[in-house]
């Protein structure tokens, strides 16, 4: 290293020291399709680590896929987990409201969700629902990243940030079910 330690933000590349084999786990894993956990004390790494994978993963070009940070630090409400993902996932995978719009009639028809474009244009929401969600909509936004994936043929890891604030919200045990 060139300077003094980095501490205040996640590193990658050259400043990324250490952590080979946690760094070779996780790549198998999500190589195998597994879902991960990773849990630590804060700043301890967990964002490098995530980071650095994924640019072993796009380096070493085996496997085309799309990484996305869902950040629930604001989340208490699984209605708002669902809208937040779901929007997170198109988001990653189409930029227009036509895209978006044809993606819901897609892969949500038959739910609450919808893409309303006046919602859209005023403040940016991807996703809005037209009546309170049920077990069927959330369903629907856990199957979103694997539809996805099979539809642009991309894999799609998420990463959440802030993950303990599902436990905040009024059934947090259902949605872990469910994730």
């Not at 991309?154 to 059934?171: A, C, G, L, S």
Request: aromatic share 8%.
């Amino acid at each position: 290293m060139d300077g003094t330690f980095i501490y205040n933000k996640a590193v990658s590349g050259r400043n990324f020291v250490g952590r080979k084999g946690d760094i070779s786990a996780l790549c198998n894993l999500l190589a195998q399709g597994e879902n991960v956990v990773i849990s630590e004390p804060p700043r301890s790494g967990k964002t490098s680590l995530i980071t650095q994978a994924f640019l072993n993963m796009s380096s070493s070009g085996t496997k085309s896929f799309i990484a996305l940070t869902v950040d629930l630090t604001d989340i208490r409400h699984i209605h708002d987990f669902a809208l937040r993902l779901g929007s997170c996932l198109l988001s990653a995978c189409y930029s227009t409201p036509t895209d978006y719009s044809r993606a819901c009639t897609e892969f949500l028809s038959g739910t609450h969700l919808v893409f309303d474009e006046a919602s859209f244009r005023k403040n940016g929401k991807v996703l809005s629902s037209n009546w309170e969600l049920d077990s069927n909509d959330l369903k629907a936004v856990m199957l979103l990243p694997y539809r996805l994936s099979r539809r642009c043929g991309k894999e799609i890891y998420t990463v959440f940030e802030e993950f303990q604030n599902v436990m905040r919200t009024e059934d947090g045990d259902m949605l872990c079910r469910l994730l």
